[in-house]
């Protein structure tokens, strides 16, 4: 195999073997269902409906609230019970359209109905995205219908699949990628559709064989798609790394895939593609990894956007043991969860037990300079000198440092022997630098 990949990164124990052979089993939510308006990047939705509504399933109940914002469409008929502030998977109050699940599932009119995206023109296209509440599915949320149409979209020549899923335990894409390959494909060719220069790039790690073999051999007669063997290596679905793999080239922080001429979309993302413009359904379940030693039956799972998390892990037999720690998405990347009863994301990859929680281990002790964070950092940076800068509040050092360019991949927490919270101190760093920012230009705009 021709492997791709970038420089530096970590190697970890990748624990797929828990949920890889599980196949996708749909799990019907009971009861209340709750959707967070802000579950994405970019402006909270705007609600639709009211207290005392009955609604359908593949109903908007919240629109796009701006140029950069998602719908938000319900995956149960039911009765509208509140909108109010709801507890979410990043620990805060935000607020929610509550439904009371009826069981029955009655659709909207035209739910379902197969459509031919080749009579459809762009502009139709990227409305039934935007309609549909598609977000990347990798983690990131980014509302896709406008990743899909950058200004310069006649000059993107790749259109990058990312199937590296590198997150060690997360399996849900490898089992799209197996269970529905023509609807992967399906997705892909919609998109190029609105890419009209490009051609598709599928980038899968080679502990994946299986995947690579069966998407090869299916876009093998479609000069357009073809299928890129990447090196098993973390953080390879990092989305600068990613492209520095398949193509050569390089982004920063302050830059737009576009602006090397690239588009980034996850697996997950390309099938909701495909089901929202071929089949006339809306972004309304995901496909969940549910693994870890502190889980019953290690599985995949189609569940509905809005239900607890509580009812997912219920439905993967519950809880084995008494887990340490729990956590939605993966164990780099993923935001430790202090309870279950929190809804289901569109971005929610996965829940994780974990018998033992290894940072409560392995209190941490002063910085030995060994240079092994320097050495995995997939950005060339230098985490233990930033790290310095960040806890004594020196933001200008910080940014000096290019702390900005920290992706937050965790590679150097992971190899520190002194067990430093290295990626802690970055998100807090970039966040107060991205604070100060924002105050300067409303003081800027003041004085204006
Ligand atoms: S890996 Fe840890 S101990 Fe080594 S230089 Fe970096 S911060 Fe210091
Ligand atoms: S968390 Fe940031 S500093 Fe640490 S390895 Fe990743 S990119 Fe580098």
Redesign the pocket.
């Known amino acids: 195999m021709n492997l791709k990949t970038f420089m530096r990164g970590i190697h970890l124990r990748e624990e797929k073997e828990l949920a890889e052979k599980s196949a996708i089993r749909r799990v019907f939510p009971e009861g209340e269902m709750v959707f967070p308006l802000s579950q994405h990047i970019g402006a909270p939705a705007r609600p639709l409906v009211a207290p005392g509504d009955q609604v359908r399933m593949g109903q908007m109940i919240a629109e796009p609230a701006g140029p950069i914002s998602a719908a938000i469409c319900s995956s149960v008929s039911g009765k509208v019970k509140a909108v109010e502030p709801r507890l979410t998977v990043s620990g805060e109050y935000k607020e929610a359209v509550v439904i009371e699940n009826d069981g029955l599932y009655t659709p909207v009119d035209g739910f379902g109905e197969p459509r031919d995206y080749q009579s459809l023109s762009r502009e139709a296209i990227l409305s039934i995205i935007r309609d549909a509440g598609i977000v990347g599915m990798g983690g990131a949320g980014f509302p896709t219908a406008v990743k899909l149409s950058p200004e310069n979209f006649e000059q993107v020549d790749f259109l990058i699949i990312n199937a590296a899923e590198c997150e060690p335990y997360l399996t849900s894409d490898h089992r799209l990628m197996l269970e529905r390959p023509d609807e992967l494909l399906g997705g892909i060719r919609v998109m190029l559709r609105l890419l009209p220069n490009a051609r598709a790039v599928i980038g899968i790690e080679d502990n994946k064989p299986d995947a690579v073999k069966l998407l090869s051999e299916k876009c093998s007669g479609d000069p357009k798609i073809s299928v890129q063997p990447l090196k098993t290596k973390y953080?390879q679905g990092g989305e600068r790394m990613l492209i520095h793999a398949v193509t050569g080239r390089d982004i920063n922080a302050s830059m737009l895939p576009a602006a090397a001429g690239c588009v980034v979309q996850n697996v997950a993302t390309a099938v909701a593609v495909y089901n929202a413009v071929c089949r006339s359904t809306p972004l309304i379940t995901r496909v969940m990894t549910i693994s870890g030693d502190g889980v019953s039956t290690p599985c995949n799972l189609e569940v509905s956007i809005g239900v607890s998390h509580r009812q997912v892990m219920e439905a993967a037999g519950g809880l084995k043991g008494d887990p340490e720690k729990l956590i939605s998405g993966g164990p780099m990347m993923g935001t430790a969860l202090y309870t279950l009863d929190i809804p289901v994301q569109k971005t929610s990859a996965s829940i994780l037990a974990l018998l033992h929680d290894p940072v409560a281990a392995n209190p941490s002790t002063p910085c030995i300079h060994c240079g092994r964070?320097v050495a995995?950092?997939?950005?060339r940076?230098v985490?233990q000198m930033?790290q310095v800068a960040a806890d004594h509040d020196d933001f200008e050092t910080f940014e000096k440092l290019h702390g900005m360019?920290?992706?937050?991949?965790?590679?150097?927490?992971a190899v520190c022997p002194a067990h430093r919270t290295?990626?802690q101190s970055?998100k807090y760093g970039k966040a107060s630098v991205n604070r100060l920012r924002r105050e300067a230009k409303a003081k800027a705009g003041e004085k204006a």
């Open positions: 953080p964070c995995a950092c997939p950005e940076l985490p930033m360019e920290c992706i937050e991949c965790g590679c150097c927490t290295l990626t970055f």
